[in-house]
């Protein structure tokens, strides 16, 4: 077997059964990968110099694909209603042909770090049959210091070979794609699928398992520092502005995916972004589409067109187009991906049935509430067959990354902001004035304005009155925001209308959280929205 690139001698390939392989690139840097895929006819080169790269038919995760190994160890640890189950024999079989069909093979390797805070950092080891999924995964991770590497013993081992195909019967998944992760031993196998995501997502998943055992709040959120070190952390679904907002020219980025909150603060698990490029604008986000003009980054499903120019417009491959390039890309990013505890938490939904104020003040209880439904709304366009707004519940705002019961998650989280005081604010960029096809979409700008004004600490001074539907506090009036779209149901032409379409909302969010009641305590339970309504 070939060697190139750094040899770690550290690395014993026999251990995870790929001595087989042809070749072995270790550690290679982002030019020498360029050249690899580029030779490979995996990828090819835009005029401004980023590696473009098609998926093929998936161009997204494929969460019914994904299994964790049920044993001894995880079996009372896991929450199965959300995790599917493969056995250990199952797995032993999965791990047995994949290293067989990795025989032969030239294979890549990067030695990378999951997590920026040292006693919580998760070593992994990933194994990639792509050279364009070796050069994703150098720029989504944490990259140790080059004196580390001939020591760097991994505990987390992912073999990612896209052209494998696994046997539902033999293999005991569900398709030819599978993604199977053996917590107890550290190991995670890809098959099937080419989805780079599928990697940073299994790190995700075993930071997710691991970290509250530890005390250590893992969160599917962006985060950002302000200047006199105000930390703030964003959670939110797709389409709520997460990204859009934790950018802010004024504040130190820590990280705009992934984080955790450990008894120093908060750490950012990756060492870079992979962001969303569809009608992707200089004007509208000037520092994310300044990445995607130049060397080092990794386009995922972008249009080329003949100048082999990027046409972000075009989603004809698929509206999940993507880059992925290292934090330092980004010029007001944290050299640490780490900041103190946070000041503020912001739980953004895009309420598409126009019920929602634009900002709430949550207390513990209330934010436990919303951290467990993870709240958003899907509207017409979106996805095939969605005619109407549907509301969207995805626990923790990132069930499919969550192992462990959410309860755990939630009571964990709802401790640490009464530990440290952390104030707590419901955003809502969705809709006003009406549902979505009558009302309009929540002004930026005043989403931006009600923003500065929490992270500042000015909001929490002002007059504030209870939200009839859903009990938390809505402030009166803030200055430099129109004072008729903190009322929702003043800005509704047919109040009627609006109070149906509340009372439809809150009884969705009772339907919802049915299943957490005997996992919460009674200030959650009480913190379930009502529908009380007002008079005209």
Same mark, same amino acid.
């Given at each position: ?46 005029? *401004? ?38 056995? !250990? ?20 390797? *990067?030695?990378?770090? +999951? ?38 013993? !991994? ?43 599928? &990697? ?16 250590? &709040?893992? &969160? ?41 909150? =450990?008894?120093? +603060?908060? $750490? ?26 130049? $060397? ?30 290292? &934090? ?5 990013? =944290? ?17 598409? $049935? ?11 209880? *209330? ?13 017409? +366009?979106?996805?095939? +067959?969605?005619?109407? !707004? ?10 499919? $990354? ?42 930026? #700008? ?28 809505? !402030? ?27 009372? #439809? ?32």
């Amino acid at each position: 077997m070939e060697k190139f690139g750094v040899h770690n001698p550290a690395i014993e390939l026999e251990t995870v059964g790929l001595s087989g392989a042809a070749s072995v690139r270790y550690n290679f840097s982002a030019a020498a990968l360029y050249e690899e895929a580029i030779r490979r006819g995996e990828a090819e080169l835009t005029a *401004q110099g980023a590696l473009r790269a098609i998926t093929g038919q998936h161009t997204g995760r494929s969460p019914r694909d994904k299994f964790v190994v049920r044993d001894a160890n995880t079996d009372g640890q896991i929450w199965w209603d959300n995790n599917k189950p493969l056995s !250990p024999e199952h797995f032993a079989l999965l791990r047995a042909d994949m290293l067989a069909h990795a025989a032969g093979k030239e294979l890549f390797i *990067q030695d990378l770090v +999951g997590g920026a805070e040292e006693g919580h950092a998760l070593p992994t080891r990933v194994v990639t049959e792509y050279a364009w999924h070796s050069l994703f995964i150098r720029n989504l991770l944490i990259r140790p210091e080059a004196a580390a590497l001939p020591t760097f013993v !991994p505990k987390l081992t992912i073999i990612d070979l896209p052209s494998f195909k696994a046997d539902p019967a033999r293999h005991g998944c569900r398709s030819e794609t599978v993604i199977a992760c053996d917590l107890t031993n550290g190991l995670v196998l890809i098959g099937g699928t080419s989805y780079a995501g599928e &990697m940073k997502k299994s790190v995700f998943t075993v930071l997710n398992y691991l970290l509250p055992a530890k005390g250590v &709040m893992p &969160m599917h959120c962006s985060a950002n520092v302000g200047p006199d070190g105000d930390a703030a952390v964003f959670f939110g679904l797709s389409g709520t502005g997460k990204t859009t907002l934790s950018a802010d020219p004024a504040r130190t980025l820590i990280g705009d995916d992934e984080h955790g909150w =450990s008894e120093n +603060g908060i $750490f950012n698990f990756e060492g870079g972004c992979y962001a969303k490029t569809i009608r992707l604008s200089a004007e509208a986000e000037p520092e994310i589409y300044a990445t995607t003009q130049r $060397f080092g980054t990794v386009l995922e499903n972008v249009v080329l067109n003949e100048g082999r120019e990027p046409d972000f417009d075009d989603g004809s491959l698929t509206e999940n187009t993507r880059c992925a390039y290292p &934090m330092h890309f980004i010029p007001n990013a =944290s050299e640490t991906g780490r900041a103190g505890h946070p000041k503020t938490i912001i739980m953004l939904t895009a309420d598409a $049935f126009g019920v929602m104020p634009p900002i709430a003040r949550l207390t513990p209880d *209330q934010a436990m509430y919303h951290f467990l439904s993870g709240y958003t709304a899907k509207v017409a +366009g979106t996805e095939k +067959g969605v005619v109407e !707004p549907e509301a969207t519940f995805s626990t923790c705002f990132g069930a499919p $990354f969550m192992p462990r019961h959410p309860a755990e998650y939630g009571n964990l989280l709802k401790e640490l902001i009464s530990r440290h005081g952390v104030e707590c604010w419901l955003v809502n960029t969705g809709w006003t004035g009406g549902a979505y096809g009558t009302g309009k979409r929540m002004p930026i #700008k005043a989403t931006r304005a009600l923003l500065a004004a929490a992270l500042s600490g000015k909001l929490g001074q002002v007059e504030f009155r209870a939200d009839p539907n859903f009990g938390f506090a809505v !402030p009166i009036s803030v200055d430099g925001v129109d004072g008729g779209i903190l009322d929702p149901r003043s800005t509704w032409t047919d109040k009627a209308a609006y109070d149906a379409q509340a009372e #439809k909302l809150v009884s969705m969010f009772i339907a919802n959280f049915a299943k957490f009641e005997n996992h919460v305590d009674g200030g959650v339970r009480d913190a379930a929205p009502g529908v009380k309504v007002a008079a005209e």
